[in-house]
Nanobody, 123 residues
């Protein structure tokens, strides 16, 4: 089993930056792809970004491309999401997730999930 714990959420003004972290414990390796999803009140959980175990491939939702950057440090078993130029519509609970081998953009493909961290962007 793999346990994931997010941190780094908070309140920022529009145009500001924030970096989220996801610490993994248990059975983890570079054989797992990692991703970030978010869910705003009244909306479905949506894909944000994903990265392969070797960091050789990254995928982003169109809404965050050019503003967010996903990365990982396998030695520390940690995934990061650097968020720049934040907008009010970015406000949501952000959750990290992990799946075996192949990178994915659909929530049903992921096997392990963290509890989520709140990101609020004020106007």
């Amino acid at each position: 089993q793999v346990q994931l714990v997010e941190s780094g959420g908070g309140l920022v003004q529009a145009g500001g930056s924030l970096r989220l972290s996801c610490a993994a414990s248990g059975r983890t390796s570079s054989g797992y792809a990692m991703g970030w999803f978010r869910q705003a009140p009244g909306k479905e959980r949506e894909f944000v970004a994903a990265i392969t175990g070797s960091s050789s491939m990254r995928s982003y939702a169109d809404s965050v491309k050019g503003r967010f950057t996903i990365s990982r440090d396998n030695a520390k078993n940690t995934e990061y999401l650097q968020m720049n130029s934040l907008k009010p519509e970015d406000s949501a609970v952000y959750s990290c997730a992990a799946k075996f081998l192949v990178i994915g953009t659909k929530k049903d493909e992921y096997d392990y999930w963290g509890q989520g961290t709140q990101v609020t962007v004020s106007s």
